[in-house]
């Protein structure tokens, strides 16, 4: 009787912490979508949220205001949120799913894949650095709960009162000052070029995504 009280205890914990990582998880990708200027319909943890197993999951959904999808750019960073993500709190978790979409983002940028990816992550790395804050914030409101989900309009809100701005239209936003460097082919933007591979400067920004240089 011990043991199996013992190993219920176990799988409890296991689940409870896995609840933890799901919801930081989605967070991430939810503070990278607002940052972003998409919209953000939901956010949930649970059973059955991707799909009709009773397997634990999460979900972000979010979508362009226009209707248009949205830029690989744009989506290369989101997707590398949630591992980046893991690996910041220092969980160890399957995230092919998540890559595999970073990776189709990066082949529709051109360029080498690997620069590209690279990236990616340090953009979204950078990002959840600055907000750990506000990611812990949402994802303990998701957890309080009963139902483990949150509408977008609560998300939004969360994020905005925890000091998120949106870059709208990537308008800048202090202390991001960044360059462009040629790697594999590409104008990539960095916070540290090598001399050697600078093209151009330009204004501040808060991701380095810039749809024009001056060279």
């Known amino acids: ?3 199996w009280r013992r190993r219920a205890q176990e799988a409890a914990r296991r689940e409870e912490r896995e609840l ?3 919801a930081l998880h989605e967070a991430a990708h939810a503070l990278v979508n607002f940052v972003y200027d998409m919209l953000i319909e939901r956010i949930a943890v649970g059973r059955g949220v991707l799909n009709d197993s009773l397997d634990l999951s999460g ?3 979010w979508r ?3 209707g248009r999808d949205i830029p690989p750019q744009d989506l290369l960073v989101t997707s590398m949120a949630g591992p980046a993500c893991d690996k910041f709190y220092g969980f160890d978790r399957d995230n092919s799913g998540d890559l595999r979409d970073a990776r189709w983002a ?3 940028m051109g360029g080498d894949i690997d620069t590209i990816l690279e990236t990616g992550r340090r953009d979204a790395e950078a990002l959840i650095r600055r907000h750990e804050a506000a990611i812990r914030t949402l994802a303990q409101a998701l957890l309080t709960v009963r139902s483990m989900e949150l ?3 609560q998300v939004e809100r969360i994020l905005s009162q925890s000091g998120v701005q949106r870059s709208l239209g990537r308008a800048p936003l202090p202390g991001h000052e960044r360059y462009y460097e040629r790697r594999g082919g590409v104008d990539r933007a960095t916070a540290n070029p090598d001399p050697l591979r600078k093209v151009a400067v330009f204004e ?3 991701d380095g995504w810039i749809g024009a240089s001056d060279g």
């Open 59 to 61: 979900g972000c959904f």
């Open 151 to 153: 509408p977008g309009e």
């Open 106 to 108: 990066a082949e529709q």
């Open 204 to 206: 501040r920004r808060i």
């Open 64 to 66: 362009t205001a226009d």
């Open 1 to 3: 009787m011990r043991n």
């Open 20 to 22: 933890q990582r799901l």
